[in-house]
């Protein structure tokens, strides 16, 4: 049977019609974007950083990560990335990334999570980093997921984008959580005022 035709069908044996309901859903919003940002990212195992766009950026990053040896971010303020997800011939090259860094465009205050839009060649380097750092402004903070509904948009380039919130975590197998499961075992957002 088509498609089509299945739909005919429906149509005929219908015996009363509705129209949509209006629906205006009014989100959640908190007094303090920044307080409800922070609790929900660390209760999704993430960190928090506020920092000023005065801030020595690269310096805050090294400082979180002491032991990283391999940054890689396209953005042109960090300058400790050896890698460059523009740059890479392949994204098996970022392979070995100990932390990414990548700019969200808004943050979530109702569950802590960013949308980050791809921006950058290689968009592996969102989770194929051990650790991932996400740079913010503080003003790009809405207070739920209908607010940033509203205000996303995508780079035309590459028309791609995703909302991470946290650390990559699974507990499937024999019910253990495990850190890092499928992208970063870490995920820091640094929010700049």
């Not at 005919?8 to 409800?36: A, C, S």
């Not at 929900?40 to 400082?63: F, H, P, Y």
Request: a negative charge; proline letters at 4%.
């Amino acid at each position: 049977m088509k498609k089509e035709d299945l739909l005919q069908k429906l149509r005929q044996n219908t015996k009363e019609q509705y129209d949509m309901p209006d629906i205006n859903i009014q989100g959640l919003t908190y007094p303090d974007l920044f307080v409800q940002f922070k609790e929900m990212t660390e209760t999704v195992g993430g960190k928090v950083v506020s920092a000023r766009k005065t801030d020595d950026i690269n310096q805050l990053i090294r400082n979180l990560y002491p032991e990283a040896k391999t940054f890689a971010s396209s953005l042109p303020y960090i300058s400790i990335a050896q890698k460059n997800p523009d740059t890479v011939t392949d994204a098996t090259d970022l392979n070995g990334t100990d932390v990414g860094i990548v700019e969200g465009r808004l943050g979530v205050a109702e569950n802590g999570c960013i949308w980050i839009p791809q921006t950058m060649k290689e968009k592996a380097v969102c989770f194929i980093s051990e650790y991932l750092v996400i740079i913010i402004y503080r003003q790009n903070l809405v207070n739920n997921m209908h607010e940033a509904y509203a205000r996303i948009d995508m780079d035309e380039q590459y028309n791609f984008g995703t909302f991470i919130s946290g650390p990559s975590k699974t507990a499937d197998i024999e019910q253990a959580l495990v850190m890092g499961a499928q992208a970063a075992r870490g995920v820091t957002v640094i929010v700049l005022e």
